[in-house]
């Protein structure tokens, strides 16, 4: 199921992760060289991101909404 990007948060170790329409968190990550995602990591960039659709495995699987 595909689900807007509604904000975005900090992990605990910095990692960036999209919170989702559907109240679901999903993590997009920068890690170079394997995951290359240079726009996360400027307010820019993730702005001009948000109502991006991504794939919300979470829907997929049923699973409860995340808390933050
Ligand atoms: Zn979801």
Request: one cysteine or more.
């Amino acid at each position: 199921m595909r689900q807007a990007i509604v904000g975005y948060h900090t992990d605990d170790e910095g990692h960036w992760v999209a919170k989702l329409a559907c109240g679901h968190n999903q993590h997009v990550r920068h890690q170079p060289p394997w995951i290359e995602r240079p726009w996360v990591v400027t307010e820019a960039g993730r702005r001009s991101r948000l109502g991006l659709e991504l794939e919300c495995v979470k829907c997929a699987r049923g699973e409860p909404r995340d808390h933050c």
